[in-house]
């Protein structure tokens, strides 16, 4: 019984819809526009400069170590994944809306997670010290590496400019490296405050997707989307996280990893991260069609969450046997 507990959506995903069914009913305009507009690139920059801050050197240096895990997951994030997500999301571009399936390609291109990732690799007992390596190199990555990537696919299609990486860098990368190069005067506070950080990384996501969410409710979104479209697009979330657990696990097998590296591989490689998909989703695509960009992200985030919970409890039991 105790699994089913962690079916639950948590706080934040519960203020999450909280946040954009306030943004259906009263989105912002008129002159809150570009107030909450600058409001929402200020607090982003914030949030990476604090990310930064967090992120250890030695997560960097010792990810040289165990090179083998963190190809595999780097190739597991930012190879597998784009290639199933332009394989499986073929057949739905007839089905639905095309700023729905732009976003199931953003998904695949982002970062893995680092807290979840760390999180459900310790509760699996997998390897803790390389997934931390694995998914702090995973987001460090994939602040220039995810804007890069969808520059280069999209542009064929006119989606993404290359022009959008310069401010990628300014907006994201800038901030996240003077944080980190601050850390050894700043780290030991950051962390001893991880709460008010913590309240910086959700309220900073709050904030764009209320923003982004009103952009694309006065765009007419909801007018857009029928409800057969979300059914479809939880079907479609599932089905990509099912067959990249199991594509990872069996990868990590042949390639003669340890039960307790396959673990880390397992929860590093299937991860997407919010936190990092939501602000650059916000600097790379129109504010009116950003909305729908993230709408499968913000699925995708719940139901990743729900599933590894209950296998991270699974291996744990089996570890006991």
Avoid at 198 to 215: K, M, N, P, Q, W
Avoid at 250 to 267: H, K, N, P, Q, W
Wanted: net charge positive.
């Amino acid at each position: 019984m105790a699994s089913f507990s962690y079916l639950k959506p948590d706080r934040f995903t519960l203020a999450l819809v909280a946040t954009v069914g306030l943004a259906s009913i009263v989105p912002a305009t008129g002159t809150a526009v570009p107030i909450l507009n600058a409001t929402t690139i200020g607090s982003i920059a914030l949030l990476f400069f604090l990310q930064g801050a967090r992120l250890p050197r030695e997560a960097i240096i010792g990810g040289l170590v165990h090179w083998r895990l963190h190809l595999t997951v780097l190739a597991a994030t930012f190879v597998l994944f784009p290639l199933l997500g332009f394989l499986l999301s073929a057949g739905l571009k007839p089905i639905l809306p095309s700023g729905i399936v732009l976003g199931i390609l953003f998904l695949c291109f982002l970062p893995s997670t680092i807290q979840s990732s760390i999180t459900f690799t310790s509760i699996a007992r997998g390897n803790v010290a390389a997934a931390v390596c694995s998914a702090s190199a995973s987001n460090f990555l994939g602040v220039f590496l995810t804007p890069l990537l969808l520059s280069l696919f999209m542009n064929l299609h006119g989606q993404v400019s290359l022009s959008a990486v310069g401010s990628i860098a300014g907006q994201l990368l800038v901030p996240f490296v003077a944080g980190h190069l601050a850390r050894p005067w700043i780290g030991d506070w950051v962390k001893r405050h991880h709460i008010l950080t913590s309240l910086v990384d959700r309220g900073t996501i709050l904030l764009v997707v209320y923003f982004a969410f009103g952009e694309a409710v006065v765009s007419g979104l909801w007018h857009q989307l029928a409800a057969h479209d979300l059914i479809v697009l939880v079907i479609f979330n599932c089905v990509l996280l099912a067959a990249v657990l199991m594509i990872t696990t069996y990868t990590s097998r042949m390639l003669g990893f340890s039960r307790e590296d396959e673990i880390a591989i397992v929860f590093c490689g299937s991860k997407k991260s919010l936190g990092s998909g939501v602000p650059i989703a916000s600097i790379l695509f129109p504010a009116a069609a950003v909305g729908a960009i993230i709408l499968p992200l913000m699925l995708f985030h719940q139901i990743q969450l729900m599933v590894c919970a209950v296998l991270a409890r699974n291996y744990a039991n089996r570890s006991r046997v």
